[in-house]
């Protein structure tokens, strides 16, 4: 099993940026894919953004341009880098590890707060 653990939620003024990680613990061979996602009250879980192995990445197209993620294999953590940050980006962020586009292992979450 994997288990996922986030850092680096906060409270930010919009415009700001922040900078979530998660270290994977734990391993399952079939896992190849971490990937952010990210609830608002009274929304819907969402895809923010994935990255698989080899460093292909996809974003959500409310993101893009102003989110980054990335990996470390060595480290098994994975980044998210926000940027230009709304009031809309407010969320619990969560970390997962995933067979391809399939969840498989979720964080528990990481609240990130933008004021306006």
């Known amino acids: 099993q994997v288990q996922p653990v986030e850092s680096g939620g906060g409270l930010v003024q919009a415009g700001g940026s922040l900078r979530l990680s998660c270290v994977a613990s734990?391993?399952?061979?079939?896992?190849?894919?971490m990937g952010w996602y990210r609830q608002a009250p009274r929304k819907q879980r969402e895809l923010v953004a994935r990255?698989?192995?080899?460093?292909?990445?996809i974003y959500a197209d409310s993101v893009k341009g102003r989110f980054t993620i990335s990996r470390d294999n060595a480290k098994n953590t994975v980044y998210l880098q926000m940027n230009s940050l709304k009031p809309e980006d407010t969320a619990v962020y969560y970390c997962n590890a995933a067979r391809g586009p399939i969840p498989i292992y979720w964080g528990r979450g990481t609240q990130v707060t933008v004021s306006s």
């Open positions: 734990g391993s399952d061979f079939s896992i190849n894919t």
């Open positions: 990255i698989t192995s080899s460093g292909s990445t």
